[in-house]
């Protein structure tokens, strides 16, 4: 059964960091390139982070550059995402997407709040 399960949110201040995990079980990792996306109350979900199959290569639309860093670990098969300087903003449900299929596969997500 292919799953995959995020973890790492939660509440934090802003100016603070959180690093997102996101485990894999059921298909080959290292096969796949891999996504983070987030969906805010009231917004369509939205891409965060994308990273090839080896790691090797890495794409952030122009929102999110700057404060977020995507990377994997084949050989634990996770997906991070670390985030800095958070900012109210960034206050979502993040889900990890694996690019398997037309419409890939996803986590449940993790809440990220960004709160003083």
């Known amino acids: 059964q292919v799953q995959l399960v995020e973890s790492g949110g939660g509440l934090v201040q802003p100016g603070g960091s959180l690093r997102l995990s996101c485990v894999a079980s059921?298909?080959?990792?290292?096969?796949?390139?891999m996504s983070w996306y987030r969906q805010a109350p009231g917004k369509e979900r939205e891409e965060v982070a994308t990273?090839?199959?080896?790691?090797?290569?890495?794409n952030y639309p122009d929102s999110m550059k700057g404060r977020f860093t995507i990377s994997r670990d084949n050989s634990k098969s996770t997906l991070y995402l670390q985030m800095n300087n958070l900012k109210p903003e960034d206050t979502a449900v993040y889900y990890c997407?694996?690019?398997?299929?037309?419409?890939?596969?996803w986590g449940q997500g993790t809440q990220v709040t960004v709160s003083s």
């Open positions: 997407n694996a690019k398997i299929g037309v419409s890939g596969v």
């Open positions: 059921g298909f080959i990792f290292r096969r796949y390139p």
């Open positions: 990273i090839t199959n080896t790691g090797g290569s890495t």
